[in-house]
């Protein structure tokens, strides 16, 4: 209503000034049609709580809606910021608004009548992290909890947050840097330890490490200090090893290796080239770690054993079988009559020869020694000559055959060079 009385009276001076002048007045009828369209208007003020920012107010025709456009976010200062999070209309229950970090939020406000809208805002500080000296991948790793409100860095006052980073950031599949520290602001390091539940392949059941919650109350910079590790692998085609896994960059890894145990199939050690390897239980060395590495621990297969044993089985089968012949052939007894010539008068004109095995030739012995009691019985002492003879027999034999049996394998190549001279040994200890 002033401002109306205030413009009435500045066109009632202009009117006065222009008649006293002689000039024609302009059509009263025209400035009392503006005075009438000046009072249909509403006033539409916008105010902010706690007076984040500063307050205006429009004029807007009554039959009209004005939109009120406000951004999310505005500076506070050098390190901080507000940021929109409600309004209401005429002293109303606050409206939430979408949290947002930039863009700008609209409200429509319908003006048949003076209104009044007020903003709210909270501050807010961002929180920056970085891993070592590198800044360009870090957002992309360090994980807030709970996230920011607005989606990127920056949080409400008086709210708590931790920071989540993997314990291990892989470079590639046999070089990582693994979590050591980390600090607030850069001041005062921590360690960080690794879980007590951590598995062979070095890495932990539980894989990201979690600051402790803090309060925000100002900007803070979260620092994570790393240290390079890479990844020794370790195979073994007739062994088993341990060692392999990430070692930190510049320590040593102790290596042990041992081959399968078989009881026909022995396994002979080839130290790797450049390596040096201590035997004891098993074969022991120590690596380097300045870089990623790969050692392959060769244990060459010696089949002589099971050599042995498969010629000691075929020739064992020969003999009985040749032995089982044999007996048989002694038990038949062929009874022929050869007229021998007469080289004396006391020797009869016809004798029979007849083939005996030897056993029938030890009971009919020792028939003839019970007849005699003068007579000695000798028989189980010539049985016993006669067995081990036989016996020496067989296994010339046996021998004989596994040394053939040794040189086709030889030849063929399954029995190497370096191999052949004790194969041969252990044959002619277990057949001579």
Do not use: C
């Not at 040593?252 to 022995?266: C, H, S, Y």
């Not at 000695?376 to 596994?402: C, P, T, V, W």
């Amino acid at each position: 209503m002033l401002y109306s009385l205030l413009r009435y009276a500045s066109l009632v001076s202009i009117l006065i000034v222009l008649t006293v002048a002689g000039l024609e007045p302009p059509n009263l009828h025209s400035a009392e049609a503006a005075q009438a369209a000046n009072q249909d208007q509403n006033r539409l003020d916008v105010k902010y709580a706690n007076n984040v920012a500063e307050s205006y107010f429009v004029l807007v025709n009554s039959n009209e809606k004005y939109t009120v456009s406000q951004t999310y976010s505005w500076v506070r200062d050098d390190s901080s910021r507000y940021n929109l999070v409600s309004y209401s209309i005429d002293n109303g229950n606050p409206m939430e608004i979408p949290r947002n970090a930039r863009g700008t939020f609209s409200l429509d406000v319908p003006m048949d009548s003076g209104h009044t809208v007020i903003f709210f805002a909270i501050i807010q500080y961002p929180i920056s992290t970085r891993i070592d000296t590198d800044t360009s991948a870090t957002n992309n790793i360090a994980q807030f909890n709970p996230p920011s409100p607005t989606g990127d860095n920056w949080f409400d006052t008086n709210t708590s947050i931790a920071v989540r980073v993997p314990y291990h950031l892989d470079q590639d599949q046999q070089s990582r840097r693994q979590l050591v520290a980390w600090a607030i602001d850069t001041s005062n390091p921590k360690e960080i330890l690794l879980s007590n539940s951590e598995n062979q392949m070095g890495q932990a059941q539980n894989e990201e490490f979690s600051t402790p919650s803090i309060i925000i109350a100002s900007k803070h910079n979260f620092v994570f200090y790393t240290m390079d590790q890479y990844y020794l692998q370790v195979i073994s085609e007739h062994g088993t090893v341990i060692g392999g896994g990430w070692y930190d960059s510049g320590s040593e890894a102790t290596i042990l290796a041992k081959p399968v145990t078989n009881l026909l199939v022995n396994y002979i050690f080839e130290e790797p080239e450049g390596t040096h390897w201590t035997e004891g239980n098993g074969y022991s060395t120590k690596v380097l770690m300045d870089s990623p590495k790969t050692l392959v621990v060769k244990f060459n297969p010696d089949y002589s054993q099971l050599i042995i044993v498969l010629i000691a089985g075929a020739v064992i089968a020969i003999v009985a079988a040749a032995v089982t012949i044999k007996r048989k052939g002694m038990n038949k007894v062929s009874v022929r009559e050869t007229p021998l010539p007469i080289l004396d008068a006391s020797i009869p004109t016809r004798a029979i020869t007849t083939t005996r095995s030897s056993a029938a030739l030890l009971q009919e012995q020792h028939e003839g020694q019970s007849s005699n009691p003068d007579v000695k019985d000798d028989s189980n002492s010539n049985q016993k000559i006669i067995g081990d003879e036989y016996a020496r027999d067989i296994m010339h034999f046996a021998l004989i055959k596994s040394l053939e049996s040794l040189e086709s394998l030889h030849a063929s190549g399954l029995v190497p060079n370096s191999r052949i001279a004790g194969t041969r040994q252990k044959l002619e200890q277990s057949f001579g």
